[in-house]
Nanobody, 124 residues
Framework: QVQLVESGGGLVQAGDSLRLSCAAS????????MGWFRQAPGKEREFVAF????????YYSDSVKGRFTVSRDNAKKTVYLQMNSLKPEDTAVYYC?????????????????WGQGTQVTVSS
C-alpha cells in the first residue's frame, strides 16, 4: 500500500503563487509515476502534471504548461507542484496520485493510489 498526503492549498488572488506538497509513504518503491490532478465543482477530474521518481521526467497539461512546475525529492519521498500566475479557473481540489505505470500516464484510471486532496481557491 501507498499513502499520499497533500498539503499547501489555500485561498489566493489571481496572479499569486502556491506550492503544493505530496508526501508519500508505504511501498513507494512499487510506484514509478506521481501525478497531480484537479477537480472543480461540477467538472470531471482532470490531469495537471506528472513526474517520474527515477529520471524525473515531467509532463504537463496545456492549461498549466509554463505556469506550473512539478518536482520531486526522492530522499523525502515528496512531490511538489509549484503553481505560479494562478487564475480563477485554477480553482479546484488538487489531488496527488501514484501509478505503477510509465510512459504517458495522464488518465486517472492509471493511478491506483490517491491522496485526500487539498483545496485551491483563486479569487479574481
Amino acid at each position: 500500500q501507498v499513502q499520499l498526503v497533500e498539503s499547501g492549498g489555500g485561498l489566493v488572488q489571481a496572479g499569486d503563487s502556491l506550492r503544493l506538497s505530496c508526501a508519500a509513504s508505504g511501498r513507494t518503491s512499487s510506484t514509478y509515476t506521481m501525478g497531480w490532478f484537479r477537480q472543480a465543482p461540477g467538472k470531471e477530474r482532470e490531469f495537471v502534471a506528472f513526474i517520474t521518481w527515477g529520471a524525473g521526467t515531467t509532463y504537463y497539461s496545456d492549461s498549466v504548461k509554463g505556469r506550473f512546475t512539478v518536482s520531486r525529492d526522492n530522499a523525502k519521498k515528496t512531490v511538489y507542484l509549484q503553481m505560479n500566475s494562478l487564475k480563477p479557473e485554477d480553482t479546484a481540489v488538487y489531488y496527488c496520485a501514484a501509478s505503477r505505470s510509465v510512459g504517458l500516464v495522464i488518465n486517472a484510471i492509471s493511478y491506483g493510489y490517491w491522496g485526500q486532496g487539498t483545496q485551491v481557491t483563486v479569487s479574481s
